[in-house]
DNA sequence: GTCTATAATTCGATAGAC
DNA sequence: GTCTATCGAATTATAGAC
């Protein structure tokens, strides 16, 4: 999850590393602690010197995981320097660019959090943060009532995030569809912006 | 998953109802045996009796959990008597029923499709039945290559089905919440069509 | 801190009575 | 067919040597 630095690290982290791969990669219920141990290159006892049970260690893993997907948005919601659609453009690149590099991550949210819905409100709450935000006000003036601003932030994440998502039932399984998907996810960037402002316009039509 | 009839079900049947409510709940490794047969009524013992083992007895539940979640699509996708965004607005129509009814769905079969890929190739070939239809080569047509067809079947899929496997972070737990969930996706059968359409329409301008 | 060995529990599966 | 009781394997967690 951490940025690899080039300086070694310690096992502590290791550890945490490790875990977050599997854990993101494989669930909570699917993961043993024995392939986090392996995966570190230690021992299992170690493990749980260091983070006492599997759940304290997939506490500590979720708690990150939601804070790098939702890092970053904040700041983008509530710019008032920007307009609609350049929150809009902002918000596409992001996260284009945090979900090649984590694809599996927004799978692993939404199934933990389903599993344990008490996440959003142990961590940062998501749907207020949506919903208080210039961006959503912004959305309201936009549809001025004629419609639920509530359409337009599912249809944005819609496109923005099932994607990679989907991509094991849309995509292959070798390199080249891997390389194809990422070139797609890369035009959408330019796509996204112009697709929602069309969306918005349908209310003025 | 099978409409709830009148008439009593046999055992078999009772176990594969339960299974299937609590395989698409919780996902294959967080469901305990035990517990579908506390759900069924019966033993665990009885379980094994009629399903061998717990894998088998998964490997019927996503069978017919694909096949829920694709029959009556490739109809839609093939008919010959409609345009594109007839076609669109039947999707739409179509989803928003089903997953009504099972919301859970698009989570458990992307989750577990995921981590095991290959229920896709022993079932039906989704992405050869999507690629080959008349729906993608009458929205090759209208994309004109202009931009890779690919981008608008993911965001109607996007739009259509992220809802649902986004509303544990989007909505709310109380029963309220539910409704107000239910009654933005109804209207989205509306929205839907006229979204798809404002997308397209980017390509001409 | 790190390891090996093992305890304690959970879980899938089966034996055997009815 | 259905049940109770239990086995055996897998898994988390810990004890104790180094």
């Not at 230690?42 to 997907?69: D, P, W």
């Not at 199934?111 to 943060?129: G, H, I, Q, T």
């Amino acid at each position: 999850m951490a940025e690899q630095e080039t300086t070694a690290l310690t096992t502590e982290e290791k550890i945490k590393e490790a875990a977050t791969k599997i854990f993101i990669e494989k669930g909570f219920s699917a993961t043993r602690t024995r392939d986090i141990a392996m995966e570190a290159g230690i021992n299992l006892a170690l493990l749980n010197y260091y983070f006492r049970s599997k759940e304290k260690l997939f506490e500590v893993v979720m708690t990150e995981s939601l804070q790098l997907f939702l890092v970053g948005l904040e700041e983008i919601l509530n710019d008032v320097n920007t307009v609609l659609k350049d929150k809009i453009a902002g918000i596409a690149i992001h996260y284009v660019d945090l979900l090649k590099k984590y694809p599996d991550l927004p799978l692993f949210i939404l199934s933990e959090v389903k599993a344990n819905p008490s996440w959003l409100e142990a961590n940062s709450n998501v749907r207020e943060m949506l919903t208080q935000s210039n961006f959503y006000k912004q959305l309201e003036a936009t549809t001025q009532k004629k419609v639920e601003p509530l359409h337009f932030l599912m249809n944005l994440l819609g496109v923005l995030v099932f994607p990679f998502v989907a991509s094991p039932v849309l995509t292959g399984t070798e390199a080249a569809d891997k390389a194809e998907f990422n070139q797609l996810m890369e035009e959408r960037k330019y796509w996204i912006p112009i697709w929602m402002e069309a969306m918005l316009k349908t209310l003025s039509a």
